[in-house]
C-alpha cells in the first residue's frame, strides 16, 4: 500500500519530557525516510531524515529510528521545550512509477507545556 | 536565493470560477511538487514534475492541471473549482541529487 500510519494524533508533554512519534508504512522498496516540522500559519521543514541503510540518526535533541524489516521509524525529542510545539509529519519515498515521490503520515500535533 | 515562491498567499473564489496558482524556484531544482493540505491531514500529493516539460499525477490530481515549461516555473490551474478545493496549497521543489523538498510559503485557497 501507499498508506503511512503516524501515531499519535496528538502529544501532549510536560518542558523537559522526551517525546517519541512513530509511523509504520508497507513499501519495501522505500529508501528515504523525512521528518518535516510545520509551525502553525508556515511551511514545513525537514528537521531530519534517514536513508534505508541506515538504522538511527542524530542531530542534537532529535533523533530517528528506522526498522526496516518491521518497516516502522520513529522520530524522538528530548529535552522538550516549548519552541518544539508544532505540527510533525513523517514521509517516505516509494516509486510508483519510476520517479521517487513522497508519502506523508497525517501528522502528530505536539505540545510541550512549560 | 529566494528559495520557493507562490502567488498569490491568499485568493477566495466562487464556484465554477478558474484561476493559476504560480510557484517559481530559483535553485535550478530539477523536481517540482504541489501538495495540498486540508485541516488535520497531511499532504496529498497533486502532481508533480522531474524536469521541464514532464509532468505526472500524484494522489489527488483531479480538478487540477499542470504545466512545466521552463525547469523554474510549475503552475497549477483549477479549472472549475468547487468548495472540496478550499485547501492549502504548498508548492516543493529538490535537487536531481537528494531527497530534501524545499516548500513555498503555500496559498490559502478558499471556494465559496
Known amino acids: 500500500g501507499e498508506n503511512v500510519e503516524q501515531h499519535p494524533s496528538t502529544l501532549s508533554v510536560q518542558e523537559g519530557d522526551s517525546a517519541v512519534i512513530k509511523c509504520t508504512y508497507s513499501?519495501?522498496?522505500?529508501?528515504?525516510f523525512p521528518w518535516y516540522k510545520q509551525e502553525l500559519g508556515k511551511r514545513p521543514q525537514l528537521i531530519i531524515d534517514?536513508?534505508?541503510?541506515?538504522g538511527e540518526k542524530k542531530d542534537q535533541r532529535i533523533a530517528v529510528t528506522l526498522n526496516k524489516t518491521a518497516e516502522h521509524f520513529s522520530l524522538h525529542i528530548t529535552e522538550t521545550q516549548p519552541e518544539d510545539s508544532a505540527v510533525y509529519f513523517c514521509?517516505?519515498?516509494?516509486?510508483?512509477?519510476?520517479?521517487?515521490?513522497?508519502?506523508f503520515g497525517r501528522g502528530t500535533s505536539l505540545i510541550v507545556h512549560p | 536565493n529566494a528559495g520557493v515562491t507562490q502567488t498569490p498567499k491568499f485568493r477566495i473564489l466562487k464556484i465554477g470560477q478558474s484561476m493559476t496558482l504560480q510557484c517559481a524556484q530559483d535553485?535550478?531544482?530539477?523536481?517540482m511538487y504541489w501538495y495540498r493540505q486540508d485541516p488535520g491531514m497531511g499532504l496529498k500529493l497533486i502532481y508533480y514534475?522531474?524536469?521541464?516539460?514532464?509532468?505526472d499525477k500524484g494522489e489527488v490530481p483531479n480538478g487540477y492541471n499542470v504545466s512545466r515549461s521552463t525547469t523554474e516555473d510549475f503552475p497549477l490551474r483549477l479549472e472549475l473549482a468547487a468548495p472540496s478545493q478550499t485547501s492549502v496549497y504548498f508548492c516543493?521543489?529538490?535537487?536531481?541529487?537528494?531527497?530534501?523538498?524545499?516548500f513555498g510559503p503555500g496559498t490559502r485557497l478558499t471556494v465559496t
Open positions: 516543493a521543489s529538490r535537487p536531481g541529487t537528494g531527497y530534501e523538498q524545499y
Open positions: 513499501d519495501s522498496a522505500s529508501n528515504y
Open positions: 534517514i536513508r534505508s541503510n541506515v
Open positions: 514521509a517516505r519515498n516509494s516509486r510508483p512509477g519510476g520517479s521517487y515521490i513522497p508519502t
Open positions: 535553485m535550478n531544482h530539477n523536481y
Open positions: 514534475s522531474v524536469g521541464a516539460g514532464i509532468t
